[in-house]
């Protein structure tokens, strides 16, 4: 819709603008998301020959030129003759077309969109804020520091269970009252669900807050000491292969950097490796699972895909990632052939199948991570990853379906 309308964050006139980092992330091949990208590259993303093109020094990360990087891509679509630009808001879709749609849109969707959106997908499909606690690999943590049990259950539990003392609890309960907080944007007031609230604002109401909330011991006995324990962090399996682990109930805007340091107050997560940091932030994105398919096509409506941070994806080169999904299975529709579902041996298709099949009531927009590949020690192991997801892609690319 720019440049005739634009949003808060945005302000260039530009397509491809960057309003938060000017970061995607790393190229390291031994990273996920340099797997995901290596993926990527051989698709012929456009976002990421436009980023490698006007790259500026970042260390391990691929950091671009902000304003170069959107003109880079803005130029690009204007000189194609295959695409026309309408710079209009859309805000409403005929969903009876029979011809492919591609919504491809992200956190700053206008409410009119948004609303449409909704509409077709169905009530409370829609979220507009993330709520989102950390998640730590599995191989990081210390072993002797927790313990398996689900609450008033005998026996090895679905929960791993992070034990503190009542020095440690204190320990982290101030450390958390003076971390330094990530402020909301002027277009971001978020009314907190008393039922989701980040544990700092929790913490702020009192000492006893979080053992009484998300660090509550009831029903739990640590087989150290064989006594209930003073408070107690629970971990929860995100993924089948369990190498991810959710902090439960632990939603946050400390600042990452803070996050890693409070959190290792706690003893079996001295040395956790964080596959994702928690967060509180506009958003606007489906509750993927029975929403829209592993093909990025609707569930209700095989003519329609999603595109973007909407899918429930999370980074830059996540939605674009989605974007090139979109775009192949759309062009397949167009012709009249079968949408293709990337191999979960591939990132994009560990991502599709997260999206599609979160193993929760409420899908938490995720990053590419090497947790997600569910393979066990993933470090050690990242050799058998990036064949997997080098003969994935080559696959695809030499079969007749690429088309």
């Given at each position: 819709?720019?440049?005739?309308?634009?949003?808060?964050?945005h302000?260039?006139?530009?397509?491809?603008?960057?309003?938060?980092?000017?970061?995607?992330?790393?190229?390291?091949?031994?990273?996920?998301?340099?797997?995901?990208?290596?993926?990527?590259?051989?698709?012929?993303?456009?976002?990421l020959?436009?980023?490698?093109?006007?790259?500026?020094?970042?260390?391990?990360a691929?950091?671009?030129?902000?304003?170069?990087?959107?003109?880079?891509?803005?130029?690009?679509?204007y000189?194609?003759?295959?695409?026309?630009?309408?710079?209009?808001?859309a805000?409403?879709?005929?969903?009876?077309?029979?011809?492919?749609?591609?919504?491809?849109?992200?956190?700053m969707?206008?409410?009119?969109?948004?609303?449409?959106?909704?509409?077709?997908?169905?009530?409370?499909?829609?979220?507009?804020?993330?709520?989102?606690?950390?998640?730590?690999?599995?191989?990081?943590?210390?072993?002797?520091?927790?313990?398996?049990?689900?609450?008033?259950?005998?026996?090895?539990?679905?929960?791993?269970?992070?034990?503190?003392?009542?020095?440690?609890?204190?320990n982290?309960?101030?450390?958390?009252?003076?971390?330094e907080?990530?402020?909301?944007h002027?277009?971001?007031?978020?009314?907190?669900?008393?039922?989701?609230?980040?544990?700092?604002?929790?913490?702020?109401?009192?000492?006893?807050?979080?053992?009484?909330?998300?660090?509550?011991?009831?029903?739990?006995?640590?087989?150290?000491?064989?006594?209930?324990?003073?408070a107690?962090?629970?971990?929860?399996?995100?993924?089948?292969?369990?190498?991810?682990?959710?902090?439960?109930?632990?939603?946050?805007?400390?600042?990452?950097?803070?996050?890693?340091?409070?959190?290792?107050?706690?003893?079996?997560?001295?040395n956790?490796?964080?596959l994702?940091?928690?967060?509180?932030?506009?958003?606007?994105?489906?509750?993927?699972?029975?929403?829209i398919?592993?093909?990025?096509?609707?569930?209700?409506?095989?003519?329609?895909f999603?595109?973007?941070?909407?899918?429930?994806?999370?980074?830059?080169?996540?939605?674009?990632?989605?974007?090139i999904?979109?775009?192949?299975?759309?062009?397949?529709?167009?012709?009249?052939?079968t949408?293709?579902?990337f191999?979960?041996?591939?990132?994009?298709?560990?991502?599709?199948?997260?999206?599609?099949?979160?193993?929760?009531?409420?899908?938490?927009?995720?990053?590419?991570n090497?947790?997600?590949?569910?393979?066990?020690?993933?470090?050690?192991?990242?050799?058998?990853?990036?064949?997997?997801?080098?003969k994935?892609?080559?696959?695809f690319?030499?079969?007749?379906?690429?088309?």
């Amino acid at each position: 819709m720019k440049p005739k309308k634009f949003t808060p964050a945005h302000k260039s006139s530009n397509l491809a603008e960057l309003v938060c980092s000017n970061s995607l992330k790393s190229d390291s091949i031994d990273k996920a998301a340099g797997i995901l990208k290596s993926e990527m590259i051989k698709l012929k993303s456009l976002v990421l020959e436009a980023a490698y093109k006007n790259k500026v020094s970042a260390g391990g990360a691929l950091a671009v030129d902000r304003e170069k990087f959107s003109q880079y891509i803005t130029n690009k679509i204007y000189n194609n003759d295959y695409i026309e630009v309408v710079n209009e808001e859309a805000t409403e879709i005929n969903f009876k077309n029979t011809n492919p749609i591609i919504i491809a849109t992200g956190p700053m969707t206008s409410n009119s969109l948004a609303e449409e959106i909704e509409n077709f997908i169905g009530m409370k499909s829609l979220a507009f804020y993330d709520s989102i606690s950390p998640i730590v690999l599995y191989d990081s943590l210390d072993r002797s520091q927790f313990f398996r049990a689900s609450r008033y259950e005998d026996g090895e539990g679905d929960y791993i269970n992070c034990p503190l003392t009542k020095v440690e609890y204190v320990n982290f309960i101030e450390s958390l009252n003076s971390a330094e907080k990530v402020n909301f944007h002027k277009f971001e007031n978020p009314n907190y669900f008393e039922g989701c609230l980040p544990i700092e604002e929790m913490a702020s109401r009192g000492l006893d807050t979080l053992r009484f909330g998300p660090m509550k011991p009831v029903g739990l006995t640590d087989p150290k000491t064989a006594r209930r324990p003073y408070a107690v962090l629970q971990l929860r399996k995100e993924n089948e292969a369990e190498t991810m682990w959710n902090l439960v109930g632990f939603q946050t805007k400390m600042k990452i950097g803070d996050q890693k340091k409070v959190f290792s107050i706690i003893p079996a997560l001295k040395n956790a490796e964080f596959l994702r940091f928690g967060s509180i932030h506009r958003n606007t994105y489906i509750n993927s699972p029975g929403k829209i398919k592993n093909t990025l096509q609707s569930e209700s409506n095989k003519m329609v895909f999603f595109a973007g941070q909407i899918t429930g994806v999370e980074g830059y080169t996540e939605s674009a990632a989605m974007g090139i999904v979109a775009g192949i299975n759309a062009g397949r529709a167009f012709n009249k052939k079968t949408p293709y579902s990337f191999t979960k041996f591939s990132a994009l298709g560990i991502l599709l199948d997260y999206i599609s099949n979160a193993n929760s009531k409420e899908l938490q927009p995720m990053n590419i991570n090497l947790g997600l590949f569910g393979i066990e020690k993933p470090k050690k192991n990242i050799q058998i990853i990036q064949n997997n997801s080098k003969k994935a892609i080559d696959d695809f690319i030499n079969s007749e379906k690429y088309v």
